[in-house]
Structure formats: C-alpha cells, structure tokens
C-alpha cells in the first residue's frame, strides 16, 4: 500500500521559510481582493468631489479672456491697468493659500466631505460678485472667494479620493482631479469665445451648485469615519464603497488596524521620526516644484502669452487648442499611471516640460532681435539681405511649445503631485499636512503670477522661461533620489514603508522604476 503525502498547506520554493510563504500568500490573496471589487459607486462618489476641481479649473483661468476684454473695454471704474491685471490675475491663489490653511483645521474637524461641500459657500458668493461687478475691487474679492473654495477642494479631493479608493484603481482616480481641472479650464476658454465675462461668472456656479447636490448621497470616508469613533458609519460607508456581496471585512479590518495604530495627533517628538517628515518633506517640496515650473503663470496669462508672441492664430482659439490638448494628455496620464508607475511618468514630464520652456525662452529672445536686424540692414544697406523668415513659419512655435509643456505638465507633474499627497502622507498626519501642501503651492503660485507681468515688461517675457527650465532640471533630481514608487501599493503597506524601512519593500519599490 503506497504512502500518502500530504502537501504542506503553504507550499514552499526551496530556500524560502514558511514566514515568507506566508508573506506571499497574503499578498496574492490582497491583490485577488481587489481585483473582484465592483467600482460603479467607488467611480460615483469620486464623480461627485471632482466637480469641485472642475470648478477650480474654471475658476483659476478665468482672468485669460477677462483680462483682454476689461483692458480694451470702456468701463468706467473697470478698466484693469497692468498693475490692477496683475493682482487680478494673482490673487486667485493668495485665496487658495489661505483655502489651503483653513482646510487643516476642515478636513481633521468637518471631514474630507463636508469640507468639500463647505467650498460652495466662498465659491458662489465670488462669482455673484464678479458677474454684478461694478468696480475694479469688485472683481478682487470676488478671485479672492473663489481661490479660497479652490484651496479647499485641492487639498480635500485628493485625501477623500485616496482614502475611498484601492489600490487597483488609485492610480485612476488619483488624476481625476487633475482631469476635471483641465476640462473646467478647457470649458472656460470655449465659453469664452461666445460668453462676455459677466456670463462667465455666471456659468462658473453650475459645476459647485451640482457638486453640492451629488456629494449629499454620497458616503463619509471610511477612515476619517473611523478616525472620530464612528465603526458603524465606517462600516456602513465602505460596505456601499465596495458592494453588498464583496467580503469587505478583511479590508475593514486592515484599515481599523491602520486607523488605531495613529489615533493621536501628530507630536513635535514625532515629526523627527522617518516615518512622519521623510513624507511630509517630499510631499510639500513636490508641491513647491510643481509650481516653480511655471504652469500657474502660463495658464492664467496664456493668452497675453499669445498676443505677445504673436501666434498665427487668434489668442483666443490657441487657448482653446492648448486646453484640448492638456484634457488629452492628463486622460492618458490617468490610464497609464497605474501601469507605467508614477516615476517613470515624472521623468518624462520633466524632460518635455524643460525642452518646452527652454524653445519658448530662446524664441523669443533670438526672433524679435533677428526680425529687427533684417530690417535694419534692409533700410541702411544698398544691397538685397536674405528675407528673414516669414511670421507664419516661425509664428506657430510659441503654439506647439506651449502644446508640448502642457502635454508634459498633464502627464506627470501636474496629476502625480496631487495623487502622491494622499498615497504617502500618513492618516495621522494627513488632514493637516494636505491643508499646509496647498498653502505653499499656492504661496508659490501667489508669486510667480504676481511677478510675471512685471518681470515681462522689465526684463523680457524670456527670462521667465529661462528660469522655469532651471526648475525642470532640479525636478529631474528630486525625482530621481527622493520620491519612491507607490503603484499597487495599499495605503497601509506606504506607511508601512516609511515606517520600518523594511529592504524587501524598498526592493519591491525599486522593481516596480
């Protein structure tokens, strides 16, 4: 009679410990988990805080078609002189700053949902004042309210989103906010080509009066919920997140254990721990990078960009060509993020964003003065010149640069930034971190935009450029020694990371480049 042998319940590879079996085996089953989870409510839910960012995209390119038309319209007590368009166009993101630093308090007090809903308030009341606008201060309260609500949704959405999400679909969900930015951005420059600026105000309170009404049905995150005590909710939330017939226990039971092991606030004491400043340096040095690469000036500014370089098309419809071209690049961000991984994305974005600036730079600085010598030598000399080259040829560059920076700014910097903010930021220290993230970025936004018109009339539109493709090559560093690799990691196993600094997730981060 022949022996029966049995097979060991964790099947071992020669050379591996059942510690390790045990290991891979938890792995496999988590990642099984997550791939049998329905998203419909997941994607529901993330649909309705977007809004928010929409209206954020909206409202922060509303001085390009503004600016132009109050400088050549004959307004009594409305005309903006370049002092007054400049604050116009800046104090946007003094408002987001301080929308930033009030939501430390928000998201750790009324949650990440409420505190998206509370942004409607400052946003609706700014763009009464600017549609019933009768004075120039009119219109810098009214960016004043609005850069406020948008400092409270770009620092909530991302935390909400992160923490609603799994990991298989994080990556995703993670750009939607960026996606939804642009695509209000892109709104306000069509809508500019048929609506007077009053009607844009207007229009600009459809996207948060919806958001309002979608975020009422919409669930609590369950980690905040479990944050404040309340299972029952936590539980409830995440069971409607997930679906009915899922076992969302296992998960529930991870995410308690992670919410228990930091139920205290952050101390002084441990802001000296690993775990705590290395991803709070990296998140808020991301955010100052991403804004000193230029992206908020370009954007606010585009279309006196456009008139000042002279594209061959009308300012107006090149605003509208670069917004259709941003909303392409960020949805492809969206749909690889999660299968090239977010490093790789950073460095081409970089790469794109640095040749981009570096051709704007050296365009306008060598065009003007080549075009000015020809004619020069074409009235003081009898002899023919060589015809310098036509406008159309040369013209369409400042187009494409722009094209591509966009293209390079959506791909990588622009999206990562935000999903990084809610993957490696610790719960404990999350809600307040993420309101102090904004506040610099904003910070940073506030003066860039207030020094780029002043800097273009005293020094050239070039030299602007020139320094933002010295950011792109510091962006290239820091990406390369100083921010890890987060594709299909749970929130848990990031902290977790930070935490111990354990080899074996370090190496898995680094197959993952």
Not at 474 to 485: G, S, V
């Amino acid at each position: 009679m022949e022996a029966t042998v049995h097979e060991p319940l964790l099947r071992r590879e020669p050379g591996e410990d059942y510690e390790a079996v045990g290991q891979r085996d938890a792995r496999q089953l988590e990642k099984d988990y997550y791939r049998s989870l329905p998203s419909r409510r997941l994607f529901l839910a993330a649909l309705a805080a977007v809004l928010g960012n929409f209206g954020f995209g909206f409202a922060l390119v509303y001085p390009s078609p503004v600016i132009p038309a109050l400088q050549k319209a004959q307004l009594p007590g409305l005309q903006l002189t370049g002092h007054a368009a400049s604050w116009f166009g800046s104090i946007f993101t003094l408002g987001a700053a301080a929308g930033g630093l009030g939501t430390m308090y928000f998201n750790d007090r009324l949650g990440r949902k409420l505190s998206i809903m509370f942004s409607a308030i400052p946003s609706v009341l700014g763009y009464l004042l600017m549609g019933s606008a009768q004075e120039v201060w009119m219109l810098l309260v009214g960016r004043l309210l609005t850069g406020f609500a948008g400092g409270v949704t770009s620092a909530s959405i991302p935390v909400y989103i992160s923490e609603i999400s799994h990991p298989g679909v994080r990556g995703a969900l993670g750009s939607c906010p960026q996606i939804m930015a642009v695509l209000g951005a892109l709104a306000l420059y069509a809508l500019g080509l048929v609506f007077n600026w009053r009607w844009l105000a207007v229009a600009g309170e459809v996207p948060v009066l919806l958001m309002v009404i979608l975020l009422c049905f919409m669930p609590e995150s369950p980690r905040f919920l479990i944050s404040q005590g309340k299972e029952e909710e936590a539980l409830s939330a995440l069971a409607w997140l997930r679906g009915q017939e899922v076992n969302y226990w296992w998960e529930y039971e991870q995410i308690k254990d992670s919410v228990q092991e930091q139920s205290q606030t952050v101390t002084w004491a441990e802001l000296r721990t690993p775990y705590i400043y290395k991803p709070v340096a990296i998140t808020l040095l991301m955010r100052f990078l991403q804004q000193l690469c230029g992206v908020t000036p370009i954007l606010v500014y585009l279309q006196v960009i456009f008139d000042s370089t002279k594209v061959i098309l009308a300012s107006e419809y090149d605003a509208v060509l670069v917004g259709a071209v941003r909303l392409v690049s960020v949805v492809f961000a969206a749909s690889s993020m999660d299968r090239a991984g977010r490093k790789i994305l950073l460095y081409a974005s970089a790469c794109i964003m640095l040749a981009s600036n570096l051709t704007l730079g050296f365009y306008i600085h060598y065009v003007p003065l080549h075009s000015a010598n020809a004619s020069a030598m074409a009235v003081n000399s009898s002899y023919p010149s060589p015809a310098p080259p036509t406008a159309s040829s040369l013209s369409v560059l400042p187009l494409i640069a722009t094209m591509a920076f966009i293209v390079g700014y959506a791909m990588g910097w622009g999206p990562i930034t935000w999903l990084l903010m809610g993957e490696v930021l610790p719960l404990k220290a999350r809600g307040v971190v993420s309101g102090l993230c904004v506040l610099v970025s904003w910070l940073t936004a506030f003066a860039l935009t207030k020094a780029f018109l002043p800097v273009k009339e005293s020094f050239g539109l070039e030299v602007p450029f020139f320094f933002f493709s010295i950011i792109c090559v510091t962006n290239l560093i820091f990406t390369k020694w100083l921010i890890p690799e987060t594709k299909g990691r749970s929130l848990e196993r990031i902290e977790s990371y930070f935490r111990t600094g354990r080899k074996s997730f370090l190496e898995s981060f680094r197959r993952h480049r």
